[in-house]
């Protein structure tokens, strides 16, 4: 029979990060799918703060309409900011879900309250404002960043990862935490080893929305096109945007 | 090789209803695993107000122990108050996903505001106080009662089945939501063909709860034992609860 | 004239700590009323934990039904974390407050902001839920605890009410708060001595609750039965629960 | 003994009013304390806005200062809106309480959620930012104004006290509560019998802000001097607020 | 002495549209200042939704860009869902202000509470999504849609203006409230005659964050380039988005 | 053309301040108005506390009235609690801002977080509550005070002015700030040089409501007479207050 593709959008551009996340959602994919992992023709190589979001975004949209006609099965946005998710809901026939939600999500089923660790302090506000617009504020109790950029996560110096994994020790110390969230699409492969080392749950978004899409396509849950995120009204794009139309 | 074996507990003790809900969670779990549906040993025929959960919250303990001895990887609770669930999660080796948080999880993916259609009035306060504690107040658009009793999904009549499609079809065309939740473990049946019916996402906590564990399993995460939900200090339990030892 | 019953229900079966709740509860009640200090015949030694809770909540109802056929006027559950609160009044004809919203309410309407000294760390989650759950969020500047078991509080040794004695004074000086709430009913005769010692007030539960209760009793208001809070639809309880039918 | 004096403050000038907000607190004030029921000197005949609120305050705090020098025990402030109610702290010894959020706090415990009737539309506002501040926005259903000034309450024709009583039975029926909330010192004396009538708790918030002036003292508690309710900085007060010195 | 330049962005493509904002912000303009009204060089002629929006970013920030280049000393962001606002104050020098933000934080100093006015039902959770983003919930008593696309307010025909009034109308009499918030920058010139009609005010976010900027640069205020809204960090745009460099 | 009057009023009786504030004010407005800067004829000499503020807010109702009867066009409460600002607003024809509200809505304009900085901890309180009811909680980092009454801020010595600029710089330090709002009328100076020095917003409140009363008079809104902010039901005056009939 014929696996369900699940679609990874890395929504930068940087290749070795593209890599990086489909390995972590090859490793906990089902048997019954498969991954498909893209990235943006155009954009930036890392994400950090809202103006590379917002570039990002539009580089989600596209790849959405690939997947889309390509006939993927749902797709997950694989940068801790979810760029562009309710707009790719609008866009996608099938169940869109973005790292930061399904990390948060599973984090407050296995633990009462957890904290976040991601890159550049300036992100922090990005995982605050999402805490808040998903509801999750009050089950947060700490926001940490390791203050160096995406790319060190993936420079083969490994600084970053030895910082992220310092600052999950940190936290399980000080916090009051039953679980840490790992802020940034670049760090997914390492939540395995350090749920392992740390004996609490380090949590990866890039798995977790992999498995959240699984599970809505299972339900036979996809995204609603009755009301808020209903196709969006047709009108020509112009410009470079006409990819999208 | 041996399949892993979820449990799903049923916290009242009418065996209709454990059939609905094994029906329900059998229908979507994945090869690699199996559904094994209990219920307590004695307690409440029905859920339906604080009373009943406080006693039903016991039978739940009981089977989250049973079923931990037993081996089982994961546990359900069925019950769309989520009765128990901390000192469930407590209990448990594996994790523990209650309906009523999966199902609103779920449904926050899929529509950016849901409905609740449940049973009696006197149960709504429960879907509020869940609302609240797990952070989806502002996006329920509104909960509805068909003021039918649990048992009366499982009477054979129909009626309480048709009265719950009457509401998620006036829900879809008042409300301004984009997904209903089902707030029942008894109406676990219901989902899939009122999703097909109404064309929105019709949400089911027992699939969504089945789905959650498995994701948790593949991800490698379980139930923090640092912190909140450490093992229950040990303490000699006397009369009817010695079995909780 | 016959006095008024107020029960006040340790949920836990530790007779000493039965007896440090009955004291605290005598020294405030008023001439008019009669403390009747129970706890229920089986369960466990003290509570510490969502675990712990559930037991001792089916402990609570038990009493809470036996005050009711003894003809008690009032209920008051005596564990900080106020387990069963909802389910005993359900069942209760009379008031039920809990000594931790009633501590909680007192010390909101003579502080602006308070802080609150608990036991063990883990038992903290308890308090943060009720603070959300009541609506106090924002008047707890802190909270604290001394990281002994609840037990150690009747030990003889005293250290652990040496503990609660430093805490308070460490939030008076750190927190910028006017008032503590003892977060637990073990600590429940350290109020007057600390409230005259410090010079601020130390508030327990146990004779805030009381207190409610009388003043509910005299303004004739009592438990709604209309609603939410109706009488448990009557069903049939087995096996250990039926002597709760 | 000498009986403790508990001063009952009615912050507008309408004779008629103190006599009726006395009357209620003497119906349930306990045998140890006695009522001494207050106006200011100068000020509104009735306060139905921000303005009048404001101007109350002043009176407030003038009578709360005459009354700790006539050596009152405790203060209840007898107007809705609570006006100078943080203030009325600054300047008391013994506990001030509001007859709002008295009547809130009572109404929450025999109650999941409550409804507020009171006169003027334009006093809604009043209670909804009380509402906010102290934390009960969730525990409220709705709100009502029966659309007569506050002094029809008193004007001997019974039209107001007739459509209060009219809102309360509509409230039970539409709102989905357990209690319903009188929003004006004025229906005071309503209280009781319609809390018969209705078979639900109609609260009272002079009588529940007598009781719980009442508990304070006897549990030893009164404003916390240390902090933010200390003593108001000296300083020379100039003009008609001279006796405020 | 030379004027200052705001440059107000329309961020979708309409001339007409542009046209009615660049009206609405010239009428309001101080003397010192002069208007700049842009639009995208590409993107949509509407904005309607989440796609749309995320599209219209782009637009905004290459005209922030330009604008800077060309020495304007503030920036208007011209469309209700303030779409790209935070991106564009990391890319500007000087204030950015949506018109969105601008209309509540107006409507909150003129009334207590407000009701919304927009154009299509779908657009209604993104005014939501920022009424909580930016604090203003509790004071937005109702959200109404005229279900007519928004450029059926620049057709002609005035079948949408007359819409729009009819609800003010209504919003007056029903809401509860004091002042009503047009939701759409292109209702924009209707704001000062409705104003007169109904006695209460009726906001138009143009002319509100036109006035914002200037008062932020009459202040010496604008958009901190320390922490959170920084320069973004450099790195190279590629394809469409090297505009962007 | 005659300019358009603007009352700035220094709710407090100090002269030193009301220049402090008038000079403030006069660096912003614009050419088209005039500041006419006022104090209360009796009150308090600086305002500190609940109980300082409800009697400024008397004074600042006293001078709303004398400035309406001399046709001013607008009115800023210069004191950061914002007293006595919904009765201002009850007894005012044109727009009312108070310096706090002014102040955190610009700052939210500039930076996605700020602090605060005032005098006595004892006000913070006061900060604390506005943050709440305006909605902007989430959006204060830290509230940090120097510790020094207001009055120092006037003193000669510049002790008081110099702890403002350090704990300015201290928060941009360690806050995790974009702005820092100073929290007391006597700082309006302040803030430029700071804002220069630092190279953050500083944002005084007294200028910023300036040039709100300014942009709310151009747009052509004023304070609404509808609903709850309509003017005060007549009612007589008596005593100290009669000049406010």
Known sequence: MAKQIIQVINPNTSQAMTET?????????????????????AGVASIEGHFDEAIAAVGVLEQIKAGREQGVCGHVIACFGDPGLLAARELARGPVVGIAEAAMHMASMVATRFSIVTTLPRTLIIARHLLRQYGFEHQCAALHAIDLPVLALEDGYGLARQKVREYCIQSKRQDGIGAVVLGCGGMATLARELTLELGIPIVDGVGA??????????????TSKHGDLAWPVAKSLSGPFSALN
């Open 21 to 41: 996340i489909a390995q972590a959602a090859r490793a906990v994919v089902s048997p019954a799918s498969e991954i498909l992992a893209v990235s943006p023709s």
């Open 209 to 222: 929305a992999v498995k959240m899409v699984e599970s809505l396509l299972a339900l036979g849950l996809t």
